[in-house]
């Protein structure tokens, strides 16, 4: 989202006390308002506040407007799914897509697991009647949007994107430009949520584990692997996939009241490995969700006390009273 903020505005929070007497009412104390960024597409003047202000979660003032960046919606959309036999293969083939420069408007990843979630979402007949929707082939699976100003540009693009997928043992690649089996093809991405909850029973969404991390492009065959074995390994419920174009991926592991607290330590050393792996290849803890309470001891893994306290320091300056947010991304 930040890289789609232009401009914002902002109010600050209060750095006065007011007095305590009768007339404390009548004391003027006006908030103070900043701007930050500029319509321009660039621009390199003062420091990057619009970037500073969008990402602090609310912990350095309240944002009251935003300019944001406008993107085209393209008349010829054609999208595309692909199998693969192996997650590494599927993931390698993502890699290689970006790094060929081969124009992409969306590009998903999704484990066996995830696949079999939403196969079993099926199993409700009433409901496979009225959509129509068909079980896909228990591997993973690479789901993929196109889109171009012209029929041929679009379609030069898929097949650049096919040869890929093929070259990684790709299997069943299919594709498709009108809107009702492009929304049949992509199905499986789209219920992948509340499919993967219904695999436990007695989960929910609030009690659900939802994991956020993305790494450099180069190394997200290797930790998406890593993480899916550990998902294994431990035996707990946990289908991975990826927003694979920019190396962000999420592993959903739904729990239930019912679970024991074993089986929860099981859950969050999960995501502990997958954290400290992320970490260590120059990746984040977090590439969406943020920070909140809950990351804020990977801050210091990421950038080490240096950086920690520098955000401190920022808080502290604007933020003196801490009474935004208090207590999210750093503690002051």
């Not at 299997?171 to 789209?190: E, G, I, M, P």
């Not at 502990?272 to 943020?290: A, D, F, P, Y």
């Not at 909140?292 to 801050?299: N, P, Q, R, T, V």
Request: some cysteine; aromatic content about 8%.
């Amino acid at each position: 989202m930040r890289d789609n903020v232009l401009a914002l505005e902002a109010i600050l929070p209060p750095t006065k006390v007011l007095p305590s007497h009768d007339n404390a009412l009548d004391y003027k104390c006006k908030p103070e308002i900043v701007s930050c960024g500029t319509a321009a597409l660039k621009s390199s003047a003062g420091y990057n506040t619009t970037a500073l202000f969008n990402g602090s979660e609310g912990t350095l003032g309240v944002i009251t407007e935003a300019i944001v960046k406008i993107h085209p919606i393209y008349n010829h959309v054609i999208a595309a799914v692909c199998a693969f036999d192996d997650l590494h293969d599927a993931a390698e083939a993502v890699t290689c897509i970006k790094g060929m420069g081969i124009p992409i408007s969306r590009m998903e990843l999704l484990d066996k697991v995830s696949i079999q979630a939403f196969n079993k979402s099926l199993q409700d007949t009433s409901e496979l009647d009225t959509t129509k929707l068909s079980q896909m082939e228990v591997k993973p699976t690479l789901f993929l949007e196109f889109s171009a100003h012209s029929n041929a540009a679009v379609n030069e693009d898929l097949s650049a994107a096919q040869k890929v997928c093929l070259e990684f043992t790709g299997t069943n690649f299919v594709s498709a430009s009108d809107d009702a089996t492009r929304q049949k093809l992509w199905a499986a991405r789209h219920r992948l949520y509340y499919s993967s909850i219904s695999l436990k029973e007695g989960a929910t969404p609030r009690s659900t584990f939802l994991t956020d991390a993305c790494v450099p492009l180069s190394q997200f065959a290797d930790v998406l692997v890593a993480t899916a074995l550990d998902v294994k390994e431990f035996d707990v419920i946990g289908p991975c996939f990826g927003h694979a174009g920019d190396g962000n991926f999420h592993c959903i592991m739904p729990m239930s009241e019912d679970d024991s607290d074993e089986y929860k330590k099981r859950v969050f050393q999960v995501n502990e490995k997958l954290i400290e792996r992320v970490i260590s290849v120059g990746g984040t803890c977090t590439g969406e969700h943020g920070v909140g309470y809950g990351k804020k001891k990977y801050l210091e893994w990421m950038y080490g006390m240096g950086g920690v306290n520098l955000m401190r320091s920022l808080k502290k300056s604007v933020d003196p009273w801490n009474i935004l947010n208090p207590g999210k991304i750093i503690d002051v």
